[in-house]
């Protein structure tokens, strides 16, 4: 069964970089799929940051694409999320996901997802 | 960018009764169309995909039908674990928009 669990700190300061980690259990990056993270602002709808291949090969939102890395650690079998500059617009339960298909942004399997505050 | 609005963004519905929610592309996304239902607190759950396969393990009176532009996702005979809030995707392209969601209520 294939578990993910995203970790990182649930408070960040404004224009400050928000990082998370998404730790996948259960199944090997390396095996393939595109992993993704949405995210969802309290009280309103998802929406979808970005996917990463094992190779490193990514895509992005680009309403989002300037201020977003995704990386991922095939060793330790965890993809990670960078968003830099944020406001309190970027506040937000963030979730990692893995796709049905290898390739595309839609998703089956979910982490629990962590809440994000963007706050001074 | 392709829009996708989701209609009603409330339905109220009995249980036992059926709901049939809309969402609307603005464009084609051929049948790359997924539903979704989120309950408070948890994540989304894939229920169909392909806008008419139902994923694994979600009961037979969820249905989805539609190509193109319009899609339709039918309860047939509301559960009350069915009342949530249901979320319809398109994945024809990489940017993965999502619509505002509907939530269906207890009436």
């Known amino acids: 069964q294939v578990q993910l669990q995203e970790s990182g700190p649930g408070l960040v300061k404004p224009s400050e970089t928000l990082s998370l980690t998404c730790a996948v259990s259960g199944y090997s990056i390396s095996s393939g799929y595109y992993w993704g993270w949405i995210r969802q602002p309290p009280g309103k709808g998802l929406e979808w940051i970005g996917s990463i291949y094992h190779s490193g090969s990514t895509y992005y939102n680009p309403s989002l694409k300037s201020r977003v890395t995704i990386s991922v650690d095939t060793s330790k079998n965890q993809f990670s999320l960078k968003l830099s500059s944020v406001t309190a617009a970027d506040t937000a339960v963030y979730y990692c996901?893995?796709?049905?298909?290898?390739?595309?942004?839609?998703?089956?399997?979910w982490g629990q997802g962590t809440l994000v505050t963007v706050s001074s | 960018e392709i829009v996708m609005t989701q209609s009603p963004a409330t339905l109220s519905v009995s249980p036992g009764e059926r709901a049939t929610l809309s969402c609307r592309a603005s464009?084609?996304?051929?049948?790359?169309l997924a539903w979704y239902q989120q309950k408070p607190g948890q994540a989304p759950r894939l229920l169909i995909y392909g806008a008419s396969t139902r994923a694994t393990g979600i009961p037979a009176r969820f249905s989805g039908s539609g190509s193109g532009t319009e899609f339709t996702l039918t309860i047939s005979s509301l559960q009350s674990e069915d009342f949530a809030v249901y979320y319809c995707?398109?994945?024809?392209?990489?940017?993965?928009?999502f619509g505002q969601g509907t939530k269906v209520e207890i009436k």
């Open positions: 995707q398109q994945y024809n392209n990489w940017l993965g928009t």
């Open positions: 464009q084609s996304v051929s049948s790359n």
């Open positions: 996901a893995r796709p049905l298909d290898v390739d595309t942004a839609m998703f089956d399997y």
